[in-house]
């Protein structure tokens, strides 16, 4: 079903491509759409038609990779290359300390937060002083609107849930936290606010729009952001521990044999993990995210590191966790791929959304068979860009690389293992699950993991349902192409291990203050029978 999108009279709308008629879903969609194209309308009708020309209080910039924003006025917007990283920012030119936001919306009227204080340090821009982001993540089609939101107060960080009812809000829009946003975002009933409320609350919206007439590339990994909610198992592990001004500095020194962490916004540099909910309190994820062999050795883990839940978008809070016990594969051994699996048993520290775990393989009956060419996909915050055999994952030819701010889900399709295990640096691959990009794929660029991914789920779609059938576990590279063939991403096979996923659940949850590891439990007799 095509559904036009008639909400901006006068021109010649996109269509917004929803389903077939036979889809069961197809209900749900529609409703969706729906509220999404409704939102478009309230976030247009909070716009100041009298904000702009020298009374706007901002500059806007928008400037290719490499390029600075203006240091006087604003960017001469012009085409820009929807295949390149781009540059947004922002210059204050009130006289006042501000708070910016800028939002995006595509033609499939997907929304996008780009920039908010939290790209800086949080606080209130001061005139004059430039925020800006790079930000290759939204896809640079079509019709693009963006809306820039400046305030005297900062927005409650829940109000910027990318789409409508996908979140459980906590809060009640008329309960005075910016009411008219809270429902033109969340996508409640909304009505255009009288022009007193807005300039009396100290907030103006302005919007302008920008076409794009080529349509973007994937980024190098392959993926894109699935819809908010898509992912609510997804977990982040990230670490606590934090770098001194000093040593930046010090990286900074490095050149090109440092980190980059003055170039990394706080969410990059923190970032370590994925991982997926599997129950209630217990995340699983790769043994060499957590284990000895690895950046956290022993105990450290339970103080060095934490877990997020609840969102996609990085930028946005999600709930916080501690880990309050590890187990890890007996079979695991540091600088190996073997057994790479561990559990850990997590208590909440802040936040109250309820806990969605993801389906595991031995909960699916019915489950096909990893084959050859099977689809599959990976989830994860890690790099995009090909990576060469022994290069530096921070710095390729294509120069330094980040984690995502916005999940990323890459379709993928398993690689023979025996043909696997013939490639050079593959010969262990036990229990392991080799995947490459879709032999189908149209688009430029391929599918792979990379670091920053490790420990995140592997996943194949049966129906409504999703079932995680692997964990990212390595490879040789990233994505890189070795006597015409692409080296396959390593993931662990989970169906290969329903016995010691059960026996860890339990014991995990019997844990406290301890990194423990589990050999897998000897098979009874019954499940040895052919």
Request: proline letters at 8%.
């Amino acid at each position: 079903m095509t559904y036009l999108n008639s909400t901006y009279p006068g021109y010649n709308p996109d269509p917004v491509v929803i389903g077939y008629a036979e889809d069961p879903d197809l209900p749900a969609k529609f409703d969706q759409a729906l509220r999404l194209i409704e939102r478009v309308g309230a976030l247009n009708a909070l716009v100041d038609g009298s904000a702009g020309g020298d009374d706007q209080p901002y500059a806007f910039c928008l400037e290719p990779q490499g390029q600075d924003c203006p240091a006087n006025g604003e960017s001469e917007i012009r085409e820009v290359d929807p295949q390149i990283d781009w540059t947004i920012g922002l210059r204050n030119q009130s006289s006042q300390p501000r708070y910016f936001y800028v939002l995006a919306i595509n033609p499939d009227n997907e929304l996008r937060v780009l920039l908010t204080p939290y790209d800086g340090d949080g606080l209130a821009l001061q005139p004059g002083a430039l925020l800006a982001s790079r930000n290759p993540y939204f896809a640079l089609r079509g019709r693009t609107q963006f809306f820039v939101v400046d305030r005297a107060k900062p927005f409650d960080p829940r109000l910027l849930a990318p789409v409508p009812g996908s979140r459980d809000l906590t809060f009640n829009c008329d309960g005075g936290l910016e009411p008219e946003l809270c429902s033109a975002l969340t996508g409640k009933n909304w009505s255009k606010p009288d022009a007193a409320t807005l300039e009396n609350d100290g907030q103006t919206v302005t919007q302008r729009t920008i076409y794009f007439d080529r349509e973007p590339a994937p980024a190098a990994g392959g993926g894109w952001p699935p819809p908010e909610g898509y992912a609510p198992w997804q977990a982040q592990i990230y670490s606590t521990q934090t770098y001194s001004r000093e040593q930046i500095e010090a990286d900074s020194r490095l050149g090109v044999n440092g980190k980059f962490l003055a170039q990394q916004a706080r969410y990059q540099l923190y970032h370590r993990c994925g991982g997926s909910l599997i129950a209630p309190d217990i995340v699983l994820t790769a043994a060499h995210c957590v284990a000895n062999g690895a950046a956290v050795e022993g105990v450290k883990v339970l103080t060095t590191r934490e877990v997020r839940l609840g969102t996609q978008d990085l930028r946005v809070p999600g709930d916080t966790y501690r880990i309050a016990a590890v187990v890890v594969h007996e079979g695991y051994r540091g600088g190996q791929q073997r057994d790479d699996l561990a559990l850990l048993r997590i208590v909440r520290k802040t936040g109250s959304k309820a806990q969605v775990p993801i389906v595991l393989p031995h909960q699916a009956p019915g489950l096909a068979r990893i084959a050859p060419k099977a689809p599959l996909s990976v989830l994860g915050w890690g790099y995009t860009r090909v990576v060469e055999r022994g290069e530096r994952h921070e710095v390729t030819e294509d120069g330094p690389q980040f984690a995502q701010p916005l999940l990323q889900k890459a379709d993928m399709e398993v690689f023979d293992t025996e043909r696997c295990r013939k490639l050079r640096s593959y010969g262990d691959i036990y229990k392991t699950i080799c995947a490459v990009s879709l032999s189908t794929r149209q688009e430029p660029g391929h599918a792979f993991s990379c670091r920053g991914d490790s420990g995140g789920p592997i996943i194949q779609e049966r129906g409504r349902t999703i079932v995680q059938v692997g964990v990212v576990s390595g490879g040789v590279g990233c994505g890189a192409f070795e006597n015409g063939q692409q080296n396959p991403s390593r993931f662990v096979d989970l169906r290969q291990y329903a016995g010691w996923l059960e026996a860890a659940k339990r014991r995990v949850a019997q844990l406290s203050g301890t990194v423990e590891r589990l050999a897998e439990p000897v098979p009874t007799a019954s499940a040895r029978r052919p």
